[in-house]
C-alpha cells in the first residue's frame, strides 16, 4: 500500500488522560514491577486513557461527522474530578488500576458521548463503563504475572485530578509485537475551558 494514501479505515475510541503529574505517581508505584517482570508487555506512559467509548474499525470519512457532536458536549461537561486507585486483572492476562472520584459525572459523560456517536450512525458495540485504565498484558502462556503485579498495586491511591479534555483518539492497531501507539485525532476542553491537549 502507498504510504501517501490515507487508509480506508481507522481503529478509533474516545477518552479521558490523566494528566502528566498522576501519570507520573503512578508510574513510580509500579517501577519495582517493571524491573521485576520486564517480559510483560506494558503499556507506554503516554498512551495510558480511560476509554468512554471504544468504537473499532470506522471508516475514516466518518471520523469528521463526529468532531461537531463531540465538541458541543464537551463544553457542556464540567471536568469530573477523578483519582487512579488500586488494581486487578481481567482474565489474569490484564494489568489495569482503577478509577475513583465524580464517578456519576462520569458515567453521565460516557453515556452522552455514547448518544453523540449513535447520532453520526456509528454501530459500535455498547458495553456497561468499567472505569479503568490498562497498564499492561501478559504474553501467551504467562498467567501469574498480572496478578503478581497487581497484587504489588493493589493499595495504590493517587491524589485527584480534573479530567480536563475529552480526547477522540486513533490507534495504529496490528498484530505486531510491539505495542499499541495511540494518536490523538483531536481533543476538546471540557467546560468549555482552554489549555493545551494532555
Known amino acids: ?118 447520532g453520526c450512525g456509528v454501530a459500535f458495540e455498547d458495553r456497561p463503563l468499567r472505569p479503568h485504565l490498562t497498564l499492561a498484558r501478559a504474553r501467551r502462556g504467562d498467567r501469574s504475572s498480572m496478578a503478581e503485579i497487581a497484587e504489588g498495586v493493589a493499595g495504590f491511591d493517587g491524589r485527584r485530578w480534573p479530567a480536563e479534555r475529552l480526547h477522540l483518539v486513533g490507534s495504529n492497531f496490528g498484530r505486531s509485537a510491539g505495542p499499541i501507539h495511540y494518536r490523538d485525532i483531536e481533543a476538546w476542553a471540557l467546560g468549555g475551558g482552554s489549555g493545551p491537549g494532555a
Not at 470506522?58 to 461527522?65: E, M, N, R, S
Not at 463526529?66 to 487512579?84: E, F, I, N, Q
Not at 488500576?97 to 449513535?118: C, I, N, Q, S, Y
Open 1 to 118: 500500500m502507498n504510504e501517501e494514501t490515507p487508509p480506508a479505515t481507522v481503529r478509533v475510541f474516545v477518552a479521558l488522560a490523566p494528566p502528566d503529574r498522576a501519570k507520573d505517581e503512578l508510574a513510580r508505584e509500579l517501577r519495582p514491577a517493571y524491573d521485576t517482570h520486564p517480559h510483560v508487555r506494558w503499556n507506554r506512559i503516554e498512551d495510558w486513557h480511560i476509554t468512554l467509548a471504544f468504537l473499532g474499525e470506522i471508516p475514516t470519512a466518518t471520523v469528521p461527522l463526529l468532531r461537531p457532536p463531540l465538541a458541543r458536549l464537551a463544553s457542556a461537561h464540567r471536568p469530573p474530578r477523578l483519582a487512579l486507585r488500586g488494581s486487578g486483572t481481567f482474565d489474569d492476562r490484564v494489568l489495569w488500576t482503577g478509577v475513583d472520584g465524580d464517578l456519576d459525572e462520569l458515567h453521565m459523560l460516557a453515556a452522552d458521548v455514547r448518544t453523540a456517536v449513535k
